[in-house]
């Protein structure tokens, strides 16, 4: 499984070779722009009908391997030979500058940016908070906060609201509240911090002030559930680490931190992208607004076409390793591009499309290998409360704006929407 | 045909039990546990993608001598 021969590498053809200077084939800076929600960047199939990948120039001035077939993607991620550490040299995207480099060398990494024993161990202990039936026991609870949100947007007399504020921030930084443990008389504290502090148009003073605020706090709610421990995943975890010898509170806070960014942001963004995808689909709206059976398959595909998390699948390669024809060198970096493999004709029948039936779950919107989202079932739940309730409580929802008037985040590396003006 | 599960691989995703959850279960650590290491019908079907959709490698089809 991991260790990939040079003639057997997956998604490449053994007739494939890699063209002139070591696959250049574009002279656009990665990450691109997506022009648009319905469209991807050209430059990914250009580097795909080339090989499936390529070098090309990142915006930080460096270079990296840029990944763009499906196989040759699933390959990658599962392949223990590269390396998640955002520490390293060459990790693309980390600013070069010295004074981030030394911030970012000094923080302790969290399970995302962990290699192989070490990140298993890490992943193990927190694994089975997110069973499947775990997750299940929160489906009510998060049908409760859906609900709310939605009564308080009928409660305007206007019919109109920005969805992002009234429904895509709020929910998934409730639901991780409820996760967590925050008690409901914090809710406000750690909402009105978790909002702006993954908002990009936050000035990073803010966000730096913001992020030290919430650091604090979570570290005396852990202080808190060690003396008075309650039914949620902290106080597990605290009981778990205790009873094994390890306990640490600054590990334990820069977990719940990493929950915390990974799992709002994201779900933040594939709420707003899905309800646009969903209102500029009517014919394939009015289908699972009729049978929610068919809101799971949707979800799938509206994960598929957004590919939200497009680059966060960056590695760096810790030996030389030949993929096909070509050869990465240790320390090279590489971007195993989620969009570009989730829009591959190979393996998705007329990729651009958005086929709310089509239902293919093995689209890497959630990566793939060791560090595949942890927060995966959690996710799609959520999503499929959110678009299950808010079509069939607003069953008159729009746009109340052109979709070229939406500010989609053009500099984001998970895409979504800025603002989302609805109507009813 | 029959299905192996490695929980030393297993990184508890839960894509599998998520395709049939009459063939695969989580512990409530996370990992894989097997319901079935022979499923038949519709059910083997699902286990097949199962094993295409583990992201981890975990699990692995042997087929077996009288499979059809
Ligand atoms: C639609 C929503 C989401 C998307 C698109 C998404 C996407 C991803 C992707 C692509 C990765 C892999 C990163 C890599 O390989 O380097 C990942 C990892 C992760 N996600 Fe998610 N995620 C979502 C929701 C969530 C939620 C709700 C949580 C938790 C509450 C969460 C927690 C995590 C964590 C902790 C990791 C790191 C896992 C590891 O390193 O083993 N995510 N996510
Ligand atoms: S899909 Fe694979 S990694 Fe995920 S729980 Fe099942 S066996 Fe484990």
């Given at each position: 499984?991991t260790?990939?021969?040079?003639?057997?590498?997956?998604?490449?053809?053994s007739?494939?070779?890699?063209?002139?200077?070591?696959?250049?084939?574009?002279?656009?800076?990665?990450?691109?722009?997506?022009?648009?929600?319905f469209?991807?960047?050209?430059?990914?199939?250009?580097?795909?009908?080339?090989?499936?990948?390529?070098?090309?120039?990142?915006?930080?001035?460096r270079?990296?391997?840029?990944?763009?077939?499906?196989?040759?993607?699933?390959?990658?991620?599962?392949?223990?030979?590269?390396?998640?550490?955002?520490r390293?040299?060459?990790f693309?995207?980390?600013?070069?500058?010295?004074?981030?480099?030394?911030?970012?060398?000094?923080?302790?990494?969290?399970?995302?940016?962990?290699?192989?024993?070490?990140?298993?161990?890490?992943?193990?202990?927190?694994?089975?908070?997110?069973?499947?039936?775990?997750?299940?026991?929160?489906?009510?609870?998060?049908?409760q906060?859906?609900?709310q949100h939605?009564?308080?947007?009928?409660?305007?007399?206007?019919?109109?609201?920005?969805?992002?504020?009234?429904?895509?921030?709020p929910?998934?930084?409730?639901?991780?509240?409820?996760l967590?443990g925050?008690?409901?008389?914090?809710?406000?504290?750690?909402q009105?911090?978790?909002?702006?502090?993954?908002?990009?148009?936050?000035?990073?003073?803010?966000?730096?002030?913001?992020?030290?605020?919430?650091?604090?706090?979570?570290?005396?709610?852990?202080?808190?559930?060690?003396t008075?421990?309650?039914?949620?995943?902290?106080?597990?975890?605290?009981?778990?680490?205790?009873?094994?010898?390890?306990?640490?509170?600054?590990?334990?806070?820069?977990?719940?931190?990493?929950?915390?960014?990974?799992?709002?942001?994201?779900?933040?963004?594939?709420?707003?992208?899905?309800?646009?995808?969903?209102?500029?689909?009517?014919?394939?709206?009015?289908?699972?607004?009729?049978?929610?059976e068919?809101t799971?398959?949707?979800?799938?595909?509206?994960?598929?076409?957004?590919?939200?998390?497009?680059?966060?699948?960056?590695?760096?390669?810790?030996?030389?390793?030949?993929?096909?024809?070509?050869?990465?060198?240790?320390g090279?970096?590489v971007?195993?591009?989620?969009?570009?493999?989730?829009?591959?004709?190979?393996?998705?029948?007329?990729?651009?499309?958005?086929?709310?039936e089509?239902?293919?779950?093995?689209?890497?919107?959630?990566?793939?290998?060791?560090?595949?989202?942890?927060?995966q079932?959690?996710?799609?739940?959520?999503?499929?409360?959110?678009?299950d309730t808010?079509f069939?409580?607003?069953p008159?929802?729009?746009?109340?704006?052109?979709?070229?008037?939406?500010?989609?985040?053009?500099?984001?590396?998970?895409?979504?929407?800025?603002?989302?003006?609805?109507?009813? | 045909?029959?299905?192996?599960?490695?929980?030393?691989?297993?990184?508890?995703?839960?894509?599998c039990?998520?395709?049939?959850p009459?063939?695969?279960?989580?512990?409530?650590?996370?990992?894989?546990?097997?319901?079935?290491?022979?499923?038949?019908?519709?059910?083997?079907?699902?286990?097949?993608?199962?094993?295409?959709?583990?992201?981890?490698?975990?699990?692995?089809?042997?087929?077996?001598?009288?499979?059809?």
């Open positions: 499984m260790e990939t021969a040079s003639t057997t590498t997956p998604g490449i053809s007739t494939t070779t890699s063209g002139p200077a070591s696959g250049e084939v574009t002279d656009a800076e990665f990450p691109l722009e997506r022009g648009c929600p469209s991807t960047p050209t430059e990914y199939e250009q580097i795909r009908e080339h090989s499936p990948l390529a070098k090309v120039r990142l915006t930080t001035g270079e990296a391997w840029w990944i763009a077939g499906h196989e040759l993607g699933r390959a990658v991620l599962a392949d223990r030979r590269f390396s998640s550490d955002r390293r040299d060459n693309p995207f980390v600013s070069t500058d010295p004074e981030t480099r030394k911030q970012l060398q000094d923080q302790p990494t969290s399970m995302i940016g962990m290699d192989g024993a070490e990140h298993a161990q890490a992943r193990r202990a927190l694994m089975g908070e997110f069973t499947v039936r775990r997750m299940a026991g929160l489906r009510p609870r998060i049908q906060i859906v609900d939605i009564d308080e947007m009928l409660s305007s007399d206007q019919r109109t609201a920005d969805l992002v504020e009234a429904l895509s921030l929910v998934p930084s409730l639901v991780i509240c409820e967590l925050v008690p409901y008389a914090d809710h406000d504290f750690f009105a911090r978790s909002g702006p502090l993954i908002r990009h148009t936050t000035p990073t003073e803010v966000r730096l002030r913001i992020q030290k605020e919430l650091n604090t706090y979570l570290g005396a709610l852990i202080d808190r559930k060690v008075d421990p309650t039914d949620d995943l902290l106080s597990r975890q605290i009981a778990k680490h205790h009873a094994a010898g390890t306990f640490d509170r600054t590990s334990l806070v820069s977990m719940a931190f990493l929950l915390l960014i990974a799992g709002h942001e994201t779900t933040a963004n594939m709420i707003s992208l899905g309800v646009v995808g969903l209102l500029q689909h009517p014919d394939q709206l009015a289908m699972i607004k009729e049978d929610p068919k799971p398959p949707a979800v799938e595909e509206l994960l598929r076409y957004f590919t939200i998390a497009d680059t966060v699948t960056a590695r760096v390669a810790t030996e030389d390793v030949q993929l096909g024809d070509t050869t990465i060198n240790a090279d970096g971007v195993i591009s989620g969009l570009a493999a989730d829009h591959d004709p190979t393996v998705f029948t007329d990729p651009d499309r958005l086929d709310l089509r239902g293919a779950r093995h689209h890497v919107a959630f990566g793939f290998g060791p560090h595949q989202c942890i927060g079932t959690l996710a799609r739940m959520e999503l499929q409360i959110v678009f808010l069939r409580r607003i008159t929802l729009r746009l109340a704006a052109p979709l070229d008037d939406i500010p989609f985040k053009s500099d984001a590396f998970v895409y979504g929407a800025e603002r989302l003006p609805v109507a009813w | 045909m029959r299905i192996e599960a490695d929980t030393d691989v297993c990184i508890g995703a839960g894509q039990v998520l395709t049939d009459t063939v695969f279960d989580q512990h409530d650590d996370g990992i894989v546990m097997l319901i079935t290491k022979h499923p038949e019908g519709g059910a083997a079907h699902r286990a097949r993608e199962a094993v295409e959709l583990c992201p981890s490698g975990a699990l692995s089809l042997i087929e077996e001598p009288g499979d059809s």
